[in-house]
């Protein structure tokens, strides 16, 4: 009764949203009002639990957490809350009351485009696992009107298209929060004493607007905040301007002022577009410290204590601005002293570094600095006072060049090292593997190490188990559940009582089926993306991740083109059918990686219409990578691609995924791929290639690629096809640069990997011809990644960091 009751209400709820908010009714209603109807019920429903989630922080006063990151890769937002909510049932049985299917609708909702990779991907997992850990947070980024890009593939290239996610009406799920306004100054002077009451006189403003999201936890017992700021000009449209019939001066201070919410990376080839993201990153988090601090005061008094109540974590350097800006707010505004204002900041901010390449670190000009944020050069300038003086206070040989944030000596005019301000503005700095933040210590931050030898700690990644298995992977999670209960789900440690099924064939029958199942709809996505068919049955070997040169797509492409040589000179032998499946975004700018993807899809066409090859080979390059293809992709993988030239990968979540998705891992020992063997054992994964030690003992030799190129006859083969033309008839030389830098240099060690790597693929055939051993490794994989929970991240990022108080699942 209780049930008919609930249904009931919950049809009037989304036919009064259909009606009141949408303006349609069930004769007009198209699919995406119904999914604007159905999303503001769920969200109606989930409003009280937020709001007493935040009544609760406020009567508590418990210390907060402020999550500042460029990306929030939330993907799809309706089947994640329904899940939360418990709600999946209720609102399908109340649409097909309707007459409307919920799975259409769900397909109808928008990735919101909020993000590119792992880093966004990351911040999505870490604030779902606070929510459901009960710690209160807020997580702090931009509302970019079209996000990265939507890619297009045409000919082969990469195009880039507008991302138009919220042309249908906007956004759903937020909230518009007006009365959260906040003025971001540029440009301007600064002075050394202040001026009729101020150190800084900008000359440009806009204006932070915030726009807030609920993001609920497991069972939505706890409902935190994701707020995200849009800008709007300062300075209203110009009607005298217009007037006079200067239209487009009249809207210029609202044009340019809007474009700092309007792409996320923009292109930072030119001067201009270096400065956009600048602004971008100072615009974000200036609004979110002065919105932090204004709540901060809202119950306090003394901004001192402010470390007690506000932990700050900037995920990667973007933020890091954030350290001279809360100075700059506590002495500006609130009248601290520049030493008080830097045991404060350091007191409450904490940074997560993300790589290990120099520059990826983000080195601002300091001319360019200078003209956009005078007043914060001042501040980092005092900043590296600050450190120096602790510095002569150590025992140690570093010499203030090498760590101090400015670096006045890089032959360019000098630069704003913000990896060395964010690590000398923080109390703690993490890396995200055990590998990576060993090499932290002895590469990027090595001088900074020897100076604070206590502030770098370890907190390995982790993924939600409830958006990457519970909800992406019914087939696979509903047999979880039937073996062991559903506790995993909320504690994915409980995971690991599978292990007592992996020599149970009728469970491993039913895992390859539930398998088979997932290979089979991901088959239908490609044949509807790309127009290619795939035999289901194939080993389907799965890259999914951004396109960059350490990555090494490059030689996953190489291994494609050794093995259609292969299959060329004998098609009599047994080949095991095999799909390969590639998915990611180059940035705009970044030509080779571009090339590359070039090349995949010039190999592709040759291949898959290859009447020799057949179904033994299929190449497939699925376009526009988001959220919601990896749901589909992930599921149906067999083999996972992780096979980065070890030592520059800082961790990787893909392979997280992957793994626990019952997926095979092929690897280097490289960011979390070591700790994944360790979980799942030797014997279930397969890793190859150099180690980072090796890496770096080659380069130091003096690496020579042509004397693995001559010493493997597949690989030289290979490289001389690509170089001839063979896949770019019409235009030998396209591929040319791509060999060239192989031959030459090989930065990332192709060569050198290219036989260890082939053979490893052997091994992988072999092991999947055997389906026992196959789906044996496929459950021990899943069963022993419990750790790799972002649930267990953030208890630890919690316990060594944070120190807040969480209300909800705080066991170790």
């Not at 049809?11 to 303006?23: A, D, E, H, P, Q």
């Not at 209720?90 to 909702?109: H, P």
């Not at 080779?592 to 993807?597: E, P, S, V, Y």
């Not at 293809?629 to 800082?650: F, H, K």
Request: hydrophobic content about 40%.
């Amino acid at each position: 009764m209780v049930a008919i009751l609930e249904k009931e209400d919950l049809k009037r709820s989304i036919l009064k949203r259909l009606v009141y908010s949408v303006g349609k009714d069930t004769d007009f209603a198209v699919p995406h009002d119904w999914l604007v109807a159905l999303t503001l019920a769920v969200r109606q429903r989930l409003m009280d639990r937020w709001m007493a989630t935040t009544k609760r922080v406020y009567d508590a006063d418990v210390k907060r957490v402020y999550y500042l990151s460029m990306e929030f890769l939330i993907g799809r937002l309706l089947g994640d809350t329904m899940l939360n909510l418990g709600m999946v049932d209720l609102c399908r049985a109340a649409l097909a009351d309707l007459n409307v299917d919920l799975d259409e609708i769900l397909l109808q909702e928008p990735d919101a485009a909020l993000g590119n990779g792992g880093l966004g991907r990351l911040a999505a997992c870490f604030m779902d696992s606070m929510s459901t850990l009960g710690i209160a947070a807020y997580g702090y980024g931009i509302r970019y009107e079209h996000g990265l890009f939507r890619q297009h593939i045409a000919e082969g290239w990469q195009v880039e298209e507008a991302e138009e996610w919220l042309i249908q009406g906007g956004n759903p799920w937020e909230l518009n929060r007006s009365e959260a306004r906040y003025t971001i100054p540029f440009g301007g002077v600064a002075h050394p004493e202040a001026l009729d009451g101020r150190y800084w006189h900008p000359t440009e403003q806009v204006v932070a607007i915030g726009n807030d999201m609920a993001i609920a936890g497991w069972k939505a017992e706890h409902v935190n905040t994701l707020r995200l700021w849009s800008a709007k000009p300062a300075r209203t449209f110009d009607l005298s301007r217009f007037n006079e019939g200067n239209y487009l001066e009249a809207a210029q201070h609202e044009v340019l002022a809007e474009t700092l919410s309007r792409v996320l990376y923009p292109d930072d080839s030119t001067p201009q577009g270096r400065e956009l993201r600048l602004k971008q990153e100072y615009f974000f988090t200036s609004a979110s410290l002065q919105d932090l601090i204004r709540r901060y005061l809202s119950t306090h008094d003394n901004l001192s204590a402010l470390p007690d109540y506000a932990a700050i974590q900037l995920n990667d350097t973007h933020p890091a601005i954030a350290v001279p800006e809360l100075m700059r707010l506590l002495v500006d505004r609130h009248g601290h002293s520049l030493e008080e204002a830097f045991r404060i900041t350091r007191g409450c901010i904490s940074y997560t570094n993300h790589t290990l390449l120099p520059e990826a670190l983000e080195r601002w000009p300091l001319q360019m600095f200078g003209a956009v944020l005078p007043r914060h050069l001042q501040i980092i300038e005092q900043i590296d006072r600050f450190f120096i003086q602790e510095l002569n206070t150590k025992e140690v040989d570093v010499k203030p060049e090498s760590v101090c944030a400015i670096d006045y000596h890089d032959g360019n005019g000098g630069s704003v090292r913000m990896g060395n301000l964010a690590f000398i503005g923080s109390h703690k700095v993490n890396g995200v593997s055990e590998l990576h933040t060993d090499l932290m210590t002895q590469t990027v931050f090595h001088d900074l190490h020897r100076v604070l030898p206590d502030r770098i700690v370890n907190m390995t990644n982790g993924v939600t188990p409830r958006r990457w298995l519970y909800n992406c992977n019914i087939e696979l999670s509903g047999l979880i559940t039937a073996a062991i209960g559903d506790d995993w789900i909320g504690d994915l440690e409980q995971i690991g009582l599978l292990n007592a099924f992996a020599d149970d064939s009728s469970f491993r029958d039913a895992f390859a089926l539930a398998k088979r199942k997932n290979k089979v709809n991901l088959a239908t996505e490609i044949h509807r993306l790309t127009g290619i068919t795939v035999n289901p049955d194939a080993l389907f070997d799965v890259q999914i991740k951004r396109i960059h040169e350490y990555k090494r797509q490059l030689l996953n492409a190489l291994q494609i083109v050794a093995r259609y040589q292969a299959i060329l000179a004998d098609p009599d032998a047994d080949w095991l059918p095999l799909v390969k499946i590639f998915s990611g975004k180059a940035a705009p700018s970044y030509t080779t990686a571009k090339l590359i993807i070039k090349l995949i899809n010039d190999v592709a066409r040759k291949v898959n219409n290859d009447p020799v090859v057949g179904d033994r080979l299929k190449v497939i390059y699925v376009p526009d990578y988001n959220v919601t293809r990896a749901e589909i992709i992930i599921p149906g993988a067999d083999l996972s691609e992780q096979i980065s030239t070890a030592g520059m990968e800082a961790s990787g979540t893909g392979n997280m995924k992957l793994a626990l998705n019952g997926a095979l891992t092929i690897g280097t020992l490289d960011g979390a791929n070591v700790e994944i063997m360790q979980h799942v054992g030797e014997e279930n994964i397969f890793i190859f290639g150099l180690t980072a030690d090796q890496v770096q003992a080659r380069r130091s030799e003096g690496y020579q690629p042509m004397q693995f190129i001559e010493d493997n006859p597949r690989l030289e083969a290979a490289l001389a096809a690509i170089a001839s033309g063979v896949f770019s008839p019409g235009d030998k030389d396209r591929f040319k640069p791509l060999v060239s830098d192989i031959c030459n240099h090989d930065h990332f060690m192709l060569a050198a990997d290219f036989g260890d790597y082939l053979a490893r693929q052997r091994d992988v055939g072999a092991a999947y011809r055997d389906k026992k051993r196959w789906f044996r490794s496929a459950v021990l994989n899943t069963a022993n990644v419990g750790f790799f929970s972002s649930d267990r991240t953030i208890r630890s990022y919690d316990r060594e960091i944070w120190h807040s108080k969480p209300s909800l699942h705080t066991q170790d």
